[in-house]
């Protein structure tokens, strides 16, 4: 079996975006960003976004995404007459929508500006999102000490992402990865993210001969999957999203297998 399922070329314009991602990161001030986070909110697993605040500065928020619309025409000329056009169209006003549902996900908005504006449905979601993620990453920079746990079945405690992506670390310790926010915290080897089972006996790890450093928890309880990469023999750590993408073929055995991203939600009576 292959494990590059996806193109050189993509890779590579992912590798771009998230150098794009960090250097406007880099350039936004911690001030913008207020959270409220508590113990009791973190512990209940309410996500840090949804008590944050951002002060989004505007126009660099539209430089930002004018340099993810270069890069989209660099890798896909196919896209130019799209791009331009959106170009032309955004304004002020439409970036702050796009910074006010980018951040609660909005894709049916997305959908519709696609449609009335005859773009391919999936392009302003994509940028909007892709522009806003410095964003979040910085959040998750500023609480990362005080996110050490996650609460099984709520993602992401910063930014409520599915969780599908862990690593193993020194000690052979299972730290779970956002690939959206950046943000990491310790999980148990044996636990499922997904349901909190800790039965060993419905935990299982799905390997890959080809590809040795790798294995995929599934969980018998909720059929929730995680994906385990032993990095401790990479030179450099990738980041998450790239991690995130390189693996995407334990996504596919996982799925093909019958696992899913997001664990079945037992009822319990
Ligand atoms: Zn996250
Ligand atoms: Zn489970």
Redesign the pocket.
């Known amino acids: 079996m292959k494990t590059s399922v996806v193109s050189k070329e993509y890779q590579n314009l992912q590798k771009e975006i998230a150098g794009i991602q960090e250097k406007w990161k880099n350039r936004l001030k911690p001030e913008w960003i207020t959270t409220k986070l508590d113990k009791a909110s973190l512990e209940s697993g309410i996500p840090v976004l949804a008590l944050t605040s951002f002060n989004v500065n505007i126009p660099l928020f539209l430089q930002c995404i004018e340099e993810i619309i270069e890069l989209l025409e660099k890798y896909n000329g196919n896209l130019s007459d799209q791009l331009s056009s959106l170009k032309s169209g955004l304004n002020d006003v439409v970036a702050e929508y796009w910074v006010e549902e980018a951040l609660s996900l909005n894709t049916l908005y997305f959908s519709g500006f696609a449609h009335e504006n005859h773009l391919d449905e999936w392009l302003p979601q994509f940028i909007a999102e892709t522009a806003i993620r410095p964003y979040l990453q910085l959040t998750a920079e500023m609480v990362q000490d005080q996110v050490q746990y996650g609460k099984p079945g709520v993602g992401c405690p910063v930014c409520g992402e599915p969780v599908r992506l862990a690593q193993l670390e020194e000690d052979g310790k299972k730290i779970l990865h956002c690939p959206r926010c950046l943000c990491h915290w310790n999980a148990s080897r044996l636990t499922?993210s997904?349901?909190g089972?800790s039965n060993h006996e419905k935990i299982q790890f799905l390997t890959i001969d080809e590809d040795p450093a790798s294995q995929i928890q599934v969980?018998e309880?909720?059929k929730?999957y995680t994906k385990i990469i032993d990095t401790r023999q990479y030179i450099t750590k990738p980041i998450a999203s790239l991690l995130d993408l390189s693996t995407i073929h334990l996504d596919f055995i996982a799925q093909e297998n019958g696992y899913m991203a997001i664990?079945e939600k037992k009822e319990s009576n």
């Open positions: 499922c997904h349901c089972n969980c309880e909720c929730g664990g």
